[in-house]
């Protein structure tokens, strides 16, 4: 059974582009916030961006105007389109969808919530 499954990472030079897509459940589009965290190494994870039931979108800074979150229902998948992209967006990133909460869950994560496997975003200079 398909729960969150992403996939899209790899290796880029900085200024390059990357688009992670996560394969998610059909009835999270209707019902869950989803979004996108990373977690670098030795840092605690961090939260990127969120998509809610109603299409608001919301960044965190430090990505705004670089990244793009976007779902398909159709295809039962999400976006994270990222450009511009800097060394330091070097991380595991890590689909997420809160049915319980919505969108806000995504600023104090519960065991509620859940997550796809992570796949590896690695920009170098």
């Known amino acids: 059974q398909v729960q969150m499954v992403e996939s899209g990472g790899g290796s880029v030079q900085a200024g390059g582009s990357l688009k992670l897509s996560c394969v998610a459940s059909a009835y999270m589009f209707v019902s869950c916030g989803m979004g996108w965290y990373r977690q670098a190494p030795g840092k605690e994870r961090e939260l990127v961006s969120i998509?809610?039931?109603?299409?608001?979108?919301t960044y965190v800074d430090s990505v705004e105007g670089r990244f793009t979150i976007s779902q398909d229902s159709a295809k039962n998948t999400l976006y994270l389109q990222m450009n511009s992209l800097k060394t330091e967006d070097t991380a595991v990133y890590y689909c997420?969808?809160?049915?319980?909460?919505?969108?806000?869950?995504?600023?104090?994560?519960?065991?509620?919530?859940?997550w796809g496997q992570g796949t590896q975003v690695t920009v170098s200079s």
């Open positions: 997420a969808a809160d049915c319980l909460l919505g969108a806000s869950g995504f600023h104090m994560p519960s065991p509620h919530m859940i």
């Open positions: 998509i809610a039931v109603d299409g608001t979108t």
